[in-house]
Every structure is written in C-alpha cells, then in structure tokens.
C-alpha cells in the first residue's frame, strides 16, 4: 500500500467538524473530496464500505483523535457521485465504489492501451487487463473488476468494444 501524504488540515481538527460558514463548508468539503481521490488513487482501492470507514485512517485520525462523521461522508459521496467519480454498489448506500477518474476517462485509458499494444479486433480477458504481465506500468493495473467492467461499458456504449463472457470469464473485444 502507497504512503499518503496527508494535507496539513488533516491534522487540524476543525477539518473534522462540518463547518458552519457556507464558504468555508464548501472549500472544506472540496478538500476531502480531493482527500478521498488521493487515498484510492495512493492505495489502489475502489470500493468505500460506510461500516468500515473508520478502519483506515481516511475518515479516523488517530493522532488527533478524530473521526469524520458519517453525515459528513454521506456530503463527500454525493459530491463525487455528481461529479462520476464515485458510484453506490447498493440500495442503502453503505457500499461505494470510489473512481479516481471517471469512467469514460478509464475507457479512453484502457481503450488507448489497446490500441498502442496492437489489440483493436483482439480478445483479452479481464484478468489479463487487470492483472496482465503487459499492464503492470498501466494505471489500471490492479483496479477493482467492477470499475473495468463499467469503463468497458462505456466503450461498449461508443462500439469500441464488446463484452464477452465465456465459462468462468469475462473478456473484452476491441474495435
């Protein structure tokens, strides 16, 4: 796991109390959602359980010994689902997959992948995108199988690829 360097509010811990002027609410906010983008980025991670937020020092300061509080989570990921970079995984809302770019910007990121490797009207599977001797330098490298499946739908959706599904895999042909 990636060390994260943490913005000096982190420590402060006002930064863990919603604050009460609009102004500087919204910049506090803007600062986490930067913060919660940085984390997954740093630790390679992509889904966020609201029960298991304060397992990680993300939302838990234990040095200052403060913890976000789950309203304030629930702001943030409303935040980042406006802006398509965080998803619900379920009805309630307690699991959320977290996506440091959007998934269009994935796609694009994948499908130029395949195309500078020569693989446009090439089959690959899943595992060998995410966990492929030829991806290890990609920054999809390691991302979460949800996340490449939607970024591959998107392309799906602009008929750069297909879906496959055969036995117990999952592929993807590129056009």
Known sequence: MAEIEWPWQYNFP????????????????????????????????????????YATPLFNNTEI?????????????D??????????????????LIYWHTLDEWGETIYNWAQMNGLIGSVCTLFELIQGDNTVDEEFFGLDTEVVTRALKTLESQGKAELMFFDDNQGVKFF
């Not at 930064?15 to 984390?39: A, G, I, R």
């Not at 010994?65 to 990921?77: N, Y």
């Open 14 to 53: 006002p930064f863990f109390t919603l604050q009460p002027h609009s102004e500087t609410q919204q910049k506090q906010l803007m600062t986490w959602t930067s913060l919660v983008l940085d984390y997954y980025r740093a630790t390679k991670q992509s889904v966020l359980d609201i029960r298991e937020m």
């Open 65 to 77: 010994k403060r913890k976000l509080s789950i309203e304030v989570v629930q702001l943030i990921l």
């Open 79 to 96: 935040s980042l689902l406006k802006s398509g970079k965080a998803s619900p995984l379920d009805k309630s809302k307690q699991r959320w």
